[in-house]
């Protein structure tokens, strides 16, 4: 016997405001039922001595050691600029002074 009858996914489909022909009701139906059918027999699977993982491998990230460097100096960062005003980089104005 289903899991899930025609008539069940007819009322799914009104809930779901889906106009289905008969057809795919049918097709549904069957459909519907092979997903019920392998959750189910994936829950069956499932131990309670397993833990839920999101990956069965061990994975850990390989990351470096956070070392503080210095930084360039104003002077340095500024020294390729075609133009610099007060420590900054200097760029023409796009906007007016409205916007």
Not at 7 to 15: F, P, Q
Not at 51 to 62: E, F, G, K, L
Request: charged letters at 25%; proline letters at 9%; glycine letters at 4%.
């Amino acid at each position: 016997m289903p899991d899930i009858s025609r008539d069940e996914v007819a009322h799914l489909a009104r809930l779901s405001r889906l106009a289905l022909s008969e057809a795919e009701l049918d097709e549904f139906a069957g459909q519907l039922d092979s997903i019920l059918h392998h959750v189910k027999a994936v829950a069956e699977v499932a131990a309670d001595d397993v833990p839920p993982t999101a990956n069965p491998s061990a994975i850990t990230n390989v990351t470096r050691p956070d070392v503080i460097v210095p930084g360039l100096t104003p002077q340095q960062a500024l020294s390729g600029a075609p133009n610099a005003e007060e420590d900054r980089f200097a760029v023409p104005q796009i906007l007016g002074e409205s916007e």
